[in-house]
């Protein structure tokens, strides 16, 4: 079974930056993607930012030269560095990883972007 535990999300200014982190524990397979999503109040739950296990790299068109995603596959985390908040970007931010087939989230931390 697999884990996944987010960090790092809190209150931000516009124009700010903060760094999110997801650590996955449990049966990690060698070949996976590990992705963020995010959801805000009233609206669907959206993908960010995906990476696999080669660091291959995408972006939702909204965060593309502002955020950027990476990985420690000897840690099995991922983060999301993310620069340049606008409050369009205030929502919960999730991890989602997916091997083999299935996929299981994390339980989400919370992004605000306000002053």
């Known amino acids: 079974q697999v884990q996944l535990v987010e960090s790092g999300g809190g209150l931000v200014q516009p124009g700010g930056s903060l760094r999110l982190s997801c650590a996955a524990s449990g049966t990690i397979f060698a070949i996976n993607v590990m992705g963020w999503y995010r959801q805000a109040p009233g609206k669907e739950r959206e993908l960010v930012a995906t990476?696999?296990?080669?660091?291959?790299?995408a972006y939702a068109g909204s965060v593309k030269g502002r955020f950027t995603i990476s990985r420690d596959n000897a840690r099995n985390t991922v983060y999301l560095q993310l620069n340049s908040l606008k409050p369009e970007d205030t929502a919960v931010y999730y991890c989602?990883?997916?091997?083999?087939?299935?996929?299981?989230w994390g339980r989400g931390t919370q992004v605000t972007v306000s002053s």
């Open positions: 990476i696999d296990q080669n660091g291959f790299a």
């Open positions: 989602k990883l997916t091997q083999t087939s299935q996929s299981q």
